[in-house]
């Protein structure tokens, strides 16, 4: 029988917007898991924050917990220390994981939590209207700041890898079948599996034009087990954006030395 993840909630993100693109991803990478025998369906839980993001869970037909913002990471631990038997997934956005929660990110990679976290970034706080978040590019005019932010974005991916995490990809949101073959990769690696998925906002930072014109996968030989490798391919001079899977090891998770 074929799985059944969509549900009778209507869709109430903009028209065309990206998220669509990742629910359609995560929703073919967990019917691909079920079907073949990798995962039960009943062992499959989402947590999301709070942001245009976490609508994504009234979308999916299958166990959700939506928590506080900048907090989806926190009950997902919780989950995977409890039952080692759930393959854990989070949503969450730039907003909500690098500007409000940023320290459970954090400390998530730290520890090696063995869970998959999703970050929808659109480089901008989207359900409240486009006011600049860490990832905005330097100068970003939103409602809150119309003269331009001053600061320059951060790289979540040089952070995640700084603070630990074994496992550091980044998709687009329009890439579905690549992003879907890297959420099961990252279900696949036991231990913090982070995954930045760039999802213009097209009702107030609409970047398709950009991202359509600036993408570059990383070379089939990109050496995943080397972090100064991983480091130095997450940014290049020429301002295109790097995309793949960056770095991948295997250390001892939270849960196993719990
Ligand atoms: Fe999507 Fe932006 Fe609309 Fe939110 S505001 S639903 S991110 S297009």
């Known amino acids: 029988m ?28 967990v019917t691909e ?8 369906e009943e062992n499959v839980v989402a947590c999301a924050g709070i ?44 907003g909500d994981s690098y500007s409000e929660g940023f320290n459970h990110l954090v400390h998530a ?5 063995d869970i998959n976290v999703m970050i929808h970034d659109n480089q901008i706080f989207a359900l409240t209207t486009g006011q600049s978040t860490p990832t905005s590019p330097k100068g970003h005019k ?41 959420i099961k990769a990252a279900h696949a690696h036991k231990g913090f599996s982070f995954i930045e998925i760039a999802q213009p906002c097209i009702t107030f930072f609409d970047t ?20 100064r490798a991983a480091y130095e391919a997450t940014q290049r001079e020429d301002g295109k954006v790097p995309m793949g899977i960056f770095y991948h090891v295997t250390q001892p998770t939270f849960e196993e030395q719990l």
Request: charged letters at 20%; proline letters at 7%; glycine letters at 8%.
């Open 2 to 29: 074929t799985m059944q993840l969509s549900t009778t909630a209507k869709i109430t993100w903009c028209p065309g917007c990206p998220n669509n693109a990742i629910l359609v991803a995560f929703r073919k990478a």
């Open 33 to 40: 898991l079920v079907e073949s025998g990798v995962v039960k």
């Open 51 to 94: 942001g245009c993001h976490a609508k994504i869970l009234d979308y999916l037909n299958m166990n959700t917990f939506n928590a506080l913002h900048g907090r989806a990471i926190p009950p997902a631990v919780g989950m995977k220390a409890a039952n080692p038997n759930l393959s854990v997934f989070v949503f969450s956005g730039d």
């Open 109 to 113: 990679a730290q520890r090696n939590d």
């Open 142 to 182: 939103g409602g809150a700041r119309p003269s331009g932010s001053i600061e320059e974005p951060i790289d979540p991916l040089r952070l995640m890898l700084t603070a630990g995490a074994t496992f550091v990809a980044r998709s687009y949101a329009g890439e579905i079948e690549k992003t879907k073959e890297i």
């Open 208 to 227: 398709r034009d950009f991202f359509k014109d600036n993408i570059v996968w990383l070379p089939e030989d990109h050496p995943k087990g080397d972090r």
